[in-house]
């Protein structure tokens, strides 16, 4: 069995508009990259995401790029140790997770985004951290809802 999850919620914007909200640095750090967002999201580039949750930038490698449809991701796997609630920080384990990201039109004009994310190794730790980001993307999710819909930003003070 791969560790592996999927996760995916519907937003009242256009695709266009919710990608861009996505591959755009600048949006993208409006709602979810808490310490900052650097570089497009286009193929081939290697770009940071920063948080305030789990502060250093992260590199984000940008493995696909499909314009309003889809992005693909691959960045350092880390894994926990100990329960989250020691407030330990997972270390990178030498090993890369992959992220794909679908934007969808629904008939109704809003767009469904679908994100899956799989490749942590069969370890406790794997599984934990598995949970933990299946746990950050549908946050991201939410946040992104409300930021695009409404102009508010979920996570401002929340991690910090």
């Not at 909200?21 to 409006?30: C, D, I, Q, T, Y």
């Not at 497009?40 to 995401?49: F, H, M, N, P």
């Not at 250093?56 to 309003?68: K, L, R, S």
């Not at 270390?91 to 899956?116: H, N, W």
């Amino acid at each position: 069995m791969q560790l592996a999850f999927r996760v995916s919620g519907r937003i009242n914007k256009p695709v266009h508009e919710v990608f861009e909200a996505v591959a755009n640095p600048e949006k993208l750090s409006g709602y979810f990259t808490t310490g900052g967002a650097k570089g497009r999201l286009e193929t081939g580039a290697t770009v940071t995401w920063d948080f305030h949750d789990f502060p250093g930038a992260f590199p984000v490698e940008v493995v696909e790029v499909e314009q309003d449809r889809r992005i693909v991701l691959r960045w350092d796997a880390s894994e926990a140790t100990e329960p989250s609630t020691t407030g330990e920080t997972p270390q990178p384990v030498g090993y890369k997770t992959t992220v794909t990201m679908e934007f969808a039109p629904t008939e109704d004009g809003r767009t469904l985004v679908t994100i899956s994310e799989s490749g942590w190794r069969r370890t406790p730790g794997g599984l934990k951290s598995s949970y933990g980001n299946c746990e950050g993307w549908t946050g991201m999710l939410c946040a992104m809802k409300v930021y695009l819909e409404h102009g508010i930003n979920l996570r401002e003070g929340f991690y910090k």
